[in-house]
């Protein structure tokens, strides 16, 4: 049912409960995941010590790390993936990304890591799910 799963992730705790669940899906559906990393715009001004580009870099690191430990740990299932880093707006992005790549389902954890802890679901998943144009979406705790 499900052959192209989008997985988007944050390295968040819940993101990584999200990843088990996609690559589990993924394999009893014969199906790929398309794990996603979205680094958010950086809006900061009047601050002379801060370094933009810095965090930038570290961002796109972590996102490459959290893609390939994916890799990896869907490679040992047989699970075939293909990995995406992209900057902007998460939920916009996500959204995009499943369109574009024709995503039978998203699949992302409850909270990020910018998250009010276990009370309210995290904005970006609660945005994503609002999106009327998105494809279904299971949300992992």
Known sequence: MYKKILLAVDGSDASGNAIKHAIALAKNN?????????????????????????????????GE???????????KDGVEVMTRIEDGIPDEIICEVAGD????????????????????IGSVT??????????PVLVVR
Do not use: W
Request: proline share 3%; hydrophobic share 40%; charged share 25%.
């Open 30 to 62: 014969n199906g790929t995941l398309i794990a996603l990393y979205v680094i958010s715009p950086i809006y900061i001004t009047d601050i002379e010590t801060f370094k933009p580009e810095m965090l930038y870099r570290g961002l796109k690191q972590e």
């Open 101 to 120: 790549s024709d995503a039978d389902l998203i699949i992302m954890g409850s909270h990020g890591r910018t998250g009010f802890g276990k009370v309210f």
């Open 65 to 75: 790390k959290i893609l390939a430990d994916i890799k990896e740990l869907a490679g």
């Open 126 to 135: 609660e945005r994503v799910i609002s999106k009327e144009k998105c494809c």
